[in-house]
């Protein structure tokens, strides 16, 4: 909002030689305050003016100064430094950032968001909650921006990784259930997982086994069919729990086991037109050289199904229901190749699809004590973990306030889920990290609980105000310049995370929202002041902004902490 009318403004000034948008990308944000609020580097005119840029600087701020938005401009060393006027900022800002339009935009356009899309042999784990946290934050962020958002998710429901759970419990499990032991389900299923792995160490004939069951299944055998029905909806209930639990919904679900059929059909369509080519061992392989990629087996020599078939149907199917003008898969970085081979045979295919594909691709979760191996039953389950912190969260809570057992309880999931999701959320997507539970669960410095601190304590100080809000300008001081310009910056921040997918601009920027509420808290009495009506006017905005930002990540407000 306000680089937008500053970048119009400089427009203007240089009779239209740039346009705002080339502006608004060259406006930086000086790293001393002092030096001004924005600052227009005049270099990038020098040859197209065949001018010094300093003395465009100077130009410029004469330009400029008669602006009523404009506070003081100055011409430092080929830059223009620009500073706000403060009553402007009060009038402007203040009304905006009180509209709950603020921020919003009309980019209309339909996009699906695939994510999570687990393998139906073991529960969700802490690797799926940065999957789903991503997901469900780059879903609402687009959502805000006025997208038409389709959450997907994909079973990945068959196949031999599928089948190695099923062994062990033909092998191991006595026909019990998971009521019989009292686990939850999907973990029930997974142990069995784990328990294939061992049996692999001692019995080289596990793995033909899997391979064995894969191919009766295929075919259709009824017994194993009834056993892949039991486990499988074992596991599809438990994560639903956990997509209840982490506050995720989807508009759709699809199974592996209802589409890869169609997806074969495909392939062996392309056969038979000879795009695709069978070699000597009876695999059928796509020749992906042209796209600078190995070749890509699609069909086994056995005629069993790789992954890959299953999305290249998916991706005609998704387009026909939902017409998309993007279609973003949230897949950790390890399957980069995966989504270029995909595009390069949906390219062979003679599809459009390929243009819709977008793979987001983000980064491992680590765990100080290291990797984590689903294999070897090493993978830090995501109900555990949520469970785990929301006792570390109790125990915060029980060390500053007296609650009753259930409100503490309550709360304590919350601030859990909110630490959770902000430590997975706060480093860059693509980049992998490092999780810590002790310290996402702390009450100060860059945490999810210390954002919901902050939110409310705002709610706090506007609870015990017993007059009204006001947005009249008046006179503001270093404090109050500090938030309202930070507030400002929410729509810019919320196109940058929606254009490039970061859900981490939004965190960041909410964290040095809060650092910056919190220092204005400290330094300007608000109630017992006689600029009260004011100042309760940007505490409010603080609110409202935070808020944005707060369900922008996926993380449900508290009123009181």
Request: aromatic residues 10%; negative net charge; glycine residues 6%.
């Amino acid at each position: 909002m306000l680089k937008r009318r500053l970048a119009e403004i400089l427009s203007k000034a240089l009779d239209n030689r740039l346009s705002g948008d080339e502006i608004a990308q060259l406006l930086e944000v000086p790293p001393d305050e002092r030096l001004g609020d924005f600052a227009f580097p005049c270099f990038s005119l020098a040859k197209q003016l065949r001018r010094n840029p300093k003395d465009i600087a100077l130009e410029l701020a004469s330009a400029v100064s008669a602006y009523p938005e404009i506070g003081k401009a100055a011409a430092v060393a080929g830059y223009l430094n620009i500073f706000v006027n403060p009553s402007w900022l009060c009038e402007t800002v203040l009304n905006d950032a009180l509209d709950n339009a603020f921020g919003r935009g009309q980019m209309n356009e339909a996009t699906v968001v695939e994510y999570c899309s687990p393998n139906t042999n073991k529960p969700l784990h802490l690797g799926h909650l940065r999957n789903m946290a991503v997901g469900e934050s780059v879903s609402r962020i687009l959502e805000f921006l006025g997208n038409q958002v389709h959450r997907t998710c994909v079973f990945n429901d068959r196949g031999v990784h599928i089948c190695k759970s099923m062994i062990a419990y033909q092998e191991f499990g006595n026909d019990r259930s998971p009521e019989e032991d009292g686990v939850k389900s999907d973990h029930f299923v997974g142990k069995f997982y784990v328990l294939f792995a061992k049996q692999t160490e001692s019995d080289d004939a596990y793995e033909k086994k899997a391979q064995d069951m894969l191919e009766t299944w295929e075919s259709g055998d009824e017994q194993t069919l009834a056993l892949w029905r039991k486990m499988n909806g074992w596991a599809l209930a438990g994560f639903r729990d956990t997509f209840k639990l982490f506050g995720i919904e989807f508009e759709k679900e699809f199974c592996e086991s209802d589409i890869y059929k169609s997806g074969k059909e495909i392939i062996l369509n392309g056969l038979s037109r000879g795009l695709f080519v069978r070699r000597d061992d009876g695999a059928v392989i796509a020749d992906l050289g042209k796209y600078s990629l190995d070749e890509k087996v699609l069909l086994r020599a056995n005629g069993t199904s790789v992954y890959i078939v299953q999305d290249i149907y998916l991706a005609d199917l998704k387009s026909s229901i939902y017409s998309p003008n993007r279609s973003i898969y949230v897949v950790g970085n390890e399957q980069e190749y995966h989504f270029n081979a995909l595009k390069a045979v949906l390219d062979i295919l003679g599809t459009t699809r390929a243009t819709e594909i977008h793979h987001l691709s983000y980064g491992m979760v680590e765990l100080p004590e290291g990797r984590m191996k689903s294999r070897e039953g090493t993978v830090v389950d995501a109900d555990e973990l949520i469970m785990e912190t929301a006792l570390l969260a109790e125990e915060e809570i029980k060390s500053r306030y007296e609650l009753p057992t259930e409100e503490t309880k309550a709360r304590a999931l919350k601030i859990a889920l909110a630490a959770i999701k902000y430590q997975l959320l706060r480093i860059e997507t693509s980049k992998n990290m490092m999780f810590n539970p002790k310290e996402a669960i702390r009450f100060e410095g860059d945490t999810g609980p210390y954002l919901l601190y902050s939110y409310a304590r705002a709610s706090s100080i506007l609870r015990k105000a017993d007059s009204a809000i006001s947005t009249h300008a008046w006179d503001i001081n270093l404090h109050e310049a500090r938030l309202l310009k930070k507030i400002s910056r929410f729509p810019e921040t919320v196109a940058s995370a929606g254009s490039r997918l970061v859900p981490s601009l939004v965190a960041s920027y909410t964290f040095e929202l809060c650092q910056v509420f919190n220092q204005f808290f400290h330094e300007c009495p608000v109630i017992r002041s006689n600029l009260a009506a004011q100042r309760l006017s940007l505490v409010q905005a603080f609110r409202e902004v935070a808020g944005h930002c707060l369900d922008l990540l996926g993380i449900e407000k508290i009123e009181e902490m």
